[in-house]
């Protein structure tokens, strides 16, 4: 199965001083909100972590919740960004190729122990306001691409009301992969589930057979 590139393996542009500091202090944050939840750090926390003053941060993101939106906007970006899934979508793979390297994409967290997936899902059993705002601005242009993805995949139309639960059926087990305890479900089963190569192909022929049943119950 072909590697996707991920945001891990994008090179980075030469920072300014400044530039060092904010992403220097959104890393602080974000680390500590993926530990205690937004409503639990406070600015002296995130302060005492970054080593910058309180003036630093007012600098950078306006208060503490301009900070916790730039935690969610580099969240959002670092996870899955526009441009990745805009080149899915012109990508010559077949459809099948192309189920494999999502949900390759998603489980190459797998291998990454940064706070950006803990966070994020500590934050979406919350749902504040700010976290729905942020939410809503980023993931509506991500679900129109992943349905013209999904489309591609399923041959359904991009329009077809079966295609968001398609792509939460097919992904969901993705998830579950990224927030469950992997020892503890591990040592419940007695065996090694977590394999990433292993794991993501399982994932994608389970998918891949669920989706020709579902193409084929619709001809019936």
């Known amino acids: 199965m ?34 205690h939840g937004f409503k639990a750090v406070t600015s002296k926390m995130i302060c005492a972590k970054a080593q910058v003053n309180a003036a630093a941060v007012n600098y950078h993101f306006g208060n503490r919740e301009g900070l916790y939106r730039a935690v969610l906007l580099e969240t959002h970006q670092y996870l899955a960004n526009v441009n990745m899934l805009s080149q899915l979508v012109k990508s010559p793979l077949s459809p099948q190729k192309k189920l494999e390297w999502i949900i390759r994409l998603i489980l190459d967290q797998l291998n990454h122990t940064d706070w950006h997936i ?36 399923t041959g359904l139309p991009p329009e077809d009301d079966r295609l968001p639960a398609t792509v939460l059926t097919a992904l969901s087990p993705c998830v579950f992969a990224l927030i469950a305890n992997k020892n503890a479900v591990e040592s419940a089963w007695g065996v090694k589930i977590f394999e990433l190569d292993k794991l993501a192909q399982h994932i994608s022929q389970f998918a891949w057979a669920g989706i020709q049943g579902m193409k084929e119950k619709s001809r019936e």
């Open 2 to 35: 072909p590697k996707p590139k991920t945001p891990y393996s994008n090179q980075r542009m030469p920072r300014t001083d400044g530039d060092e500091t904010r992403t220097h202090i959104i890393e602080a944050a974000g680390q500590l909100f993926a530990i």
């Open 118 to 153: 803990r966070f994020y899902i500590r934050e979406a059993m919350d749902f504040n306001e700010i976290f729905t705002e942020v939410f809503l601005q980023q993931a509506t242009p991500k679900t129109q691409l992943m349905r013209q993805i999904f489309s591609q995949i």
